[in-house]
Antibody, heavy 122, light 106 residues
Framework: EVQLLESGGGLVQPGGSLRVSCAASGFTFSTYAMSWVRQAPGKGLEWVSGVSGSGSTSYYVDSVKGRFTISRDNSKNTLYLQMNSLRAEDTAVYYC???????????????WGQGTLLTVSS | SYELTQPPSVSVSPGQTASITCSGDKLGDKYASWYQQRPGQSPLLVIYQDNKRPSGIPERFSGSNSGNTATLTISGTQAMDEADFYCQAWDSRTVVFGGGTKLTVL
């Protein structure tokens, strides 16, 4: 059974940093691309970043480029999102989602985690 | 940047057919996927590659994609289908979601 368990969310002041993690199990982690998708309170889904199965390729939405870094440790079956220079508009539930294949090509998310809440506020 | 447009809300009576549209420039040339999100839950894939259903998704869910519009159709809608639905596509190295449609079954 595929399981994705996010952790690390919390309350951070504007300008601060935080790293969220996603522990994966139930599939061969290194052979699938992964992404972070966020959802602001009462709003829709927004893709944030994706990384290939090998970790060699990553993409970001324009609003987080230069501030967020996606990475993965395939030996630990864990996905990360390092978030710096946080803004109030980054407040959201951050979901970890599994891509349907290992490379970042047209496709879809076949499994989602339960999400972790990040609140950016003073 | 690429945009996908969905109606904010759709209403349907139990047992009737609900159709939710998703519009984007030449969307028919891309693959469209659909996700269901019930209140307080994570999104769930219900349609991928325009018209394929994942294992466990009821047959009443179907999809199509042509021209500039992808459509999610729910036949014989049930109360349990009440949720937010999001379309999704891939464009220029990014994943794009539609704004979401709230399906009300009343």
């Amino acid at each position: 059974e595929v399981q994705l368990l996010e952790s690390g969310g919390g309350l951070v002041q504007p300008g601060g940093s935080l790293r969220v993690s996603c522990a994966a199990s139930g599939f061969t982690f290194s052979t699938y691309a992964m992404s972070w998708v966020r959802q602001a309170p009462g709003k829709g889904l927004e893709w944030v970043s994706g990384v290939s199965g090998s970790g060699s390729t990553s993409y970001y939405v324009d609003s987080v480029k230069g501030r967020f870094t996606i990475s993965r440790d395939n030996s630990k079956n864990t996905l990360y999102l390092q978030m710096n220079s946080l803004r109030a508009e980054d407040t959201a539930v951050y979901y970890c989602a599994k891509w349907w294949r290992g490379d970042l090509v047209p496709g879809y998310f076949d499994y989602w985690g339960q999400g972790t809440l990040l609140t950016v506020s003073s | 940047s690429y945009e996908l447009t969905q109606p904010p809300s759709v209403s349907v009576s139990p047992g009737q057919t609900a159709s939710i549209t998703c519009s984007g420039d030449k969307l028919g040339d891309k693959y469209a996927s659909w996700y269901q999100q019930r209140p307080g839950q994570s999104p769930l894939l219900v349609i991928y590659q325009d018209n394929k259903r994942p294992s466990g998704i009821p047959e009443r869910f179907s999809g199509s994609n042509s021209g500039n519009t992808a459509t999610l159709t729910i036949s014989g809608t049930q109360a349990m289908d009440e949720a937010d639905f999001y379309c999704q596509a891939w464009d220029s190295r990014t994943v794009v979601f539609g704004g979401g449609t709230k399906l009300t079954v009343l």
